[in-house]
């Protein structure tokens, strides 16, 4: 598992291949700075080097635009999976001024927040993939608290009670632990678990 600290964020991320696999068709991102944080899980359809080609034109975009909206990101992103097999994709921008958490997706990435009222917000999956035809995301947007907790997965976490697993958590590092042990060795598995510390 790695763990990444930062004064206002911190972030557990784990990503494990399918079993007799040797390369995951999931790819993920993670950039932190004194501004924003910018999240990102892609897996790509089928698996192997296939599912590999086209997940990891997600961390590529991001890394090269990550200043930009999640809009663009999404639209460019898939613009550049033409030609590919296409991937599913989750984006959370988190701004660390305006105190406020970005979600973005399309297709099986799955995201849940839980606020530190015990409000829990879980955007629906927007059915598709990116596959370089026109795409029509959706951006929620949320305020958020020091305290509250989040995670995002792609399908090879079977998440059966996410709503349970996330409010018996206190911080990222106990429910990176709990998620860790829903993780289907029959698929690429990769999660992130996310807590805001201001
Ligand atoms: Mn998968």
Do not use: W
């Given at each position: 598992?790695?763990?990444i600290e930062h004064p206002q964020i911190e972030i557990c991320i784990q990503a494990e291949m399918?079993?007799?696999?040797r390369e995951s068709g999931d790819a993920y991102f993670v950039?932190?700075?004194e501004r924003f944080a910018l999240l990102a899980i892609a897996d790509g359809l089928g698996n192997g080097e296939k599912a590999k080609e086209s997940a990891i034109v997600v961390p590529a975009v991001l890394k090269e635009y990550k200043d930009e909206p999640i809009e663009?990101?999404?639209q460019l992103s898939n613009e550049?999976?033409?030609?590919k097999r296409g991937a599913a994709i989750g984006i959370v921008k988190i701004d660390f001024f305006e105190k406020t958490l970005q979600y973005g997706g399309i297709g099986n990435i799955r995201m849940y927040l839980r606020r530190q009222n015990g409000?829990?917000?879980y955007p629906?999956?927007?059915p598709g993939y990116l596959s370089g035809r026109p795409i029509r995301p959706?951006?929620?947007s949320h305020s958020y608290e020091a305290g509250d907790l989040f995670f995002m997965h792609s399908d090879g976490v079977i998440a059966k009670s996410p709503k349970e697993c996330i409010s018996h958590s206190r911080d990222a590092f106990t429910l990176a632990d709990r998620v860790s042990r829903k993780m289907d060795d029959q698929d690429d598995a990769t999660f992130m678990t996310v807590q805001l510390l201001q």
């Amino acid at each position: 598992m790695e763990q990444i600290e930062h004064p206002q964020i911190e972030i557990c991320i784990q990503a494990e291949m399918k079993s007799g696999n040797r390369e995951s068709g999931d790819a993920y991102f993670v950039h932190v700075d004194e501004r924003f944080a910018l999240l990102a899980i892609a897996d790509g359809l089928g698996n192997g080097e296939k599912a590999k080609e086209s997940a990891i034109v997600v961390p590529a975009v991001l890394k090269e635009y990550k200043d930009e909206p999640i809009e663009r990101l999404l639209q460019l992103s898939n613009e550049r999976m033409v030609h590919k097999r296409g991937a599913a994709i989750g984006i959370v921008k988190i701004d660390f001024f305006e105190k406020t958490l970005q979600y973005g997706g399309i297709g099986n990435i799955r995201m849940y927040l839980r606020r530190q009222n015990g409000k829990m917000i879980y955007p629906i999956p927007v059915p598709g993939y990116l596959s370089g035809r026109p795409i029509r995301p959706r951006i929620e947007s949320h305020s958020y608290e020091a305290g509250d907790l989040f995670f995002m997965h792609s399908d090879g976490v079977i998440a059966k009670s996410p709503k349970e697993c996330i409010s018996h958590s206190r911080d990222a590092f106990t429910l990176a632990d709990r998620v860790s042990r829903k993780m289907d060795d029959q698929d690429d598995a990769t999660f992130m678990t996310v807590q805001l510390l201001q």
